[in-house]
């Protein structure tokens, strides 16, 4: 099993930026994806950003992209979503995901369905 811990959610105003990460732990293997998916109230989970297991190839939803920034540290098993410029529209609970295997084609980093693992989500509120 794998676990997936984030941390450094909370309350920021419209332009501040803030930082999330994840840790995995368990049995993580040696090649995984990872991701950011966030869920608004009364919404689906919706893609935000990924990066493979090198961390070369990232991807962003189009609604984040040249705000936030996703990179990992594998010798720390932490992916890191680094959120400038953020508006009220980007408050919701932030999740990280965790897939096993090598690479992939581009387009399935953008499911949810093709994660293996989750973390529980860390809230992230932007007051206007």
């Known amino acids: 099993q794998v676990q997936l811990v984030e941390s450094g959610g909370g309350t920021a105003q419209a332009g501040d930026s803030l930082r999330l990460s994840c840790t995995a732990s368990?049995?993580?293997?040696?090649?995984?994806?990872l991701a950011w998916f966030r869920q608004a109230p009364g919404r689906e989970r919706d893609f935000v950003a990924a990066?493979?297991?090198?961390?070369?190839?990232?991807y962003y939803a189009d609604s984040v992209k040249g705000r936030f920034t996703i990179s990992r540290n594998n010798a720390l098993d932490t992916v890191y979503l680094d959120m400038n410029s953020l508006s009220p529209e980007d408050t919701a609970v932030y999740y990280c995901?965790?897939?096993?295997?090598?690479?992939?084609?581009?387009?399935?980093?953008?499911?949810?369905?093709?994660?293996?693992?989750w973390g529980l989500g860390i809230q992230v509120t932007v007051a206007s």
């Open positions: 368990g049995r993580t293997g040696i090649h995984y994806a």
């Open positions: 995901a965790y897939r096993v295997g090598a690479e992939a084609h581009g387009h399935y980093y953008y499911r949810s369905g093709w994660y293996d693992h």
């Open positions: 990066v493979n297991f090198r961390g070369e190839i990232t």
